[in-house]
């Protein structure tokens, strides 16, 4: 059974820096890729950023490109989101994912957290 779950989120002001991190469960963390992604209130839940398996490979969304870093340590099963210079935009539930590879990611994660809350106030 794949568990991940979201922690981190919280009430930042506009320029400031958050660290999201996920703790998913062992075994199948180690061979999925992850990724992060968001839903604003009255919007679609959109792609963030995320990271293949070995961590050797990383993609972003253009909006957090520069500011975000995804990273991942399998040895703690943790994946972690890096939220500098934040943005009211980035307000939203932060959600972490896990699926095959990148592009299983970016179409259809198999697997969902619950979700994190992120404000950015201006």
């Known amino acids: 059974q794949v568990q991940l779950v979201e922690s981190g989120g919280g009430l930042v002001q506009a320029g400031g820096s958050l660290r999201l991190s996920c703790a998913a469960s062992?075994?199948?963390?180690?061979?999925?890729?992850m990724g992060w992604f968001r839903q604003a209130p009255g919007k679609e839940r959109d792609f963030v950023a995320a990271?293949?398996?070995?961590?050797?490979?990383?993609s972003y969304a253009d909006s957090v490109k520069g500011r975000f870093t995804i990273s991942r340590d399998n040895a703690k099963n943790t994946v972690y989101l890096q939220m500098n210079s934040l943005k009211p935009e980035d307000t939203a539930v932060y959600y972490c994912?896990?699926?095959?590879?990148?592009?299983?990611?970016?179409?259809?994660?198999?697997?969902w957290g619950q979700g994190t809350q992120v404000t950015v106030s201006s």
């Open positions: 994912a896990a699926g095959r590879s990148l592009a299983v990611i970016t179409t259809g994660p198999e697997y």
């Open positions: 062992r075994r199948t963390f180690a061979t999925y890729a």
């Open positions: 990271i293949s398996w070995r961590g050797g490979s990383t």
